[in-house]
Antibody, heavy 122, light 111 residues
Framework: EVQVLESGGGLVQSGGSLRLSCVAS????????MSWVRQAPGKGLEWVSG????????YYADSVKGRFTISRDNSKNTLYLQMNNLRAEDTALYYC???????????????WGQGTLVSVSS | QSVLTQPPSVSGAPGQRVTISCTGS?????????IHWYQQLPRTVPKLLIY???NRPSGVPDRFSGSKSGTSASLAITGLQAEDEADYYC???????????FGTGTKVTVL
């Protein structure tokens, strides 16, 4: 059974940092593109960042580029999101999601974690 | 501000058919990138509903169907049921943004 479990969320002041983790199981983690998707309270879904299986290529939404860093440790089946210089608008539930598809441009997210809440106070 | 636009809400009586549109542009749907749909029931995690424009994952009822044409896509729900009351999101890739994009979301209400 595929499972992804996020952790690391919390309350932080504006300008602060947090590191989110996502432990995966039930599939070959190193072969799969993984992403972070967030949802602000009462708002819609926003894709944040993604990383290919090897970790060699990473992708970011413009809203977080230069502040967030995605990485992975395939030996630990773990995905990370280092978030620096946090802003109030980064307040959201952050989901870890496993991607699937044939071409990167056509990937979709077939498994999602329960999310970890990040709250940034201004 | 998403580049994929959906109506904020749609509603229908039980048994009726409703459709949700997802309007994009030449840098996403119009380029030929696939559209995928997610259902988010109240206070739950998003669930994949349709992938690759028209395909349903195992376990998704055939009441849900997807289509795509030009720079738009649609999700149809036939035989609307009370349990379909949820938020629905489309998703694609955008070449101008070099990343994935979600639609603005549509709340479906069963009258």
């Amino acid at each position: 059974e595929v499972q992804v479990l996020e952790s690391g969320g919390g309350l932080v002041q504006s300008g602060g940092s947090l590191r989110l983790s996502c432990v995966a199981s039930g599939f070959t983690f190193s072969s799969n593109f993984m992403s972070w998707v967030r949802q602000a309270p009462g708002k819609g879904l926003e894709w944040v960042s993604g990383i290919i299986g090897s970790g060699a290529d990473t992708y970011y939404a413009d809203s977080v580029k230069g502040r967030f860093t995605i990485s992975r440790d395939n030996s630990k089946n773990t995905l990370y999101l280092q978030m620096n210089n946090l802003r109030a608008e980064d307040t959201a539930l952050y989901y870890c999601a496993k991607a699937r598809g044939i071409r990167l441009v056509n990937y979709y997210f077939d498994y999602w974690g329960q999310g970890t809440l990040v709250s940034v106070s201004s | 501000q998403s580049v994929l636009t959906q109506p904020p809400s749609v509603s229908g009586a039980p048994g009726q058919r409703v459709t949700i549109s997802c309007t994009g542009s030449s840098s996403n749907i119009g380029t030929g990138y696939d559209i995928h749909w997610y259902q988010q029931l109240p206070r739950t995690v998003p669930k994949l509903l349709i992938y690759g424009n028209t395909n349903r994952p195992s376990g998704v009822p055939d009441r849900f169907s997807g289509s795509k044409s030009g720079t738009s896509a649609s999700l149809a729900i036939t035989g609307l049921q009370a349990e379909d009351e949820a938020d629905y999101y489309c998703q694609s890739y955008d070449s101008s943004l070099s990343g994935y994009v979600f639609g603005t979301g549509t709340k479906v209400t069963v009258l």
